[in-house]
């Protein structure tokens, strides 16, 4: 039986799911005008989500998109950012992509807020350690 279009959570999770979807978009939108290649979109593995793969000059990019609703809350946006998470889906990928796995590798951030550029966060994190 499907859950009750009532309770107070499936709304709320509804519209954090579609601004989700939206700034994936928009930050897909702004690595593109970077020449940027989105070599896929929202990789669900068993051990997490990757919302963007990217690719330029033979660096393969995984990218985390936070969105706010204050540019100013970067900060809590970074912190928020499950780096061990994005790495295990991360190796997840590259076991079932293996062409992607002699390129180098990097992981960015994208943070959205309303009415501010988007903020690239270029090589945010380190994978060593997090294994």
């Not at 601004?19 to 994936?24: K, L, M, V």
């Not at 930050?27 to 997490?48: D, M, N, S």
């Not at 000059?57 to 061990?84: D, I, M, P, Y």
Request: aromatic fraction near 10%; proline fraction near 7%.
């Amino acid at each position: 039986m499907p859950p009750s279009p009532s309770k107070p959570g499936n709304s709320f999770r509804r519209f954090a799911e579609t601004s989700g979807r939206r700034g994936e978009m928009w930050a897909a939108l702004f690595l593109r005008a970077q020449l940027y290649r989105i070599v896929a979109t929202r990789v669900k593995t068993p051990v997490g989500e990757i919302d963007l793969i990217a690719e330029r000059f033979g660096v393969t990019v995984f990218v985390e998109v936070k969105s706010r609703s204050f540019s100013h809350q970067e900060g809590e946006a970074l912190l928020a950012v499950n780096r061990r998470r994005i790495v295990r889906a991360a190796q997840f990928c590259l076991t079932r992509h293996p062409k992607l796995a002699p390129t180098d590798l990097r992981f960015d951030v994208i943070f959205l807020a309303p009415f501010a550029w988007p903020r690239h966060i270029v090589n945010a994190f380190d994978a060593t350690g997090l294994s």
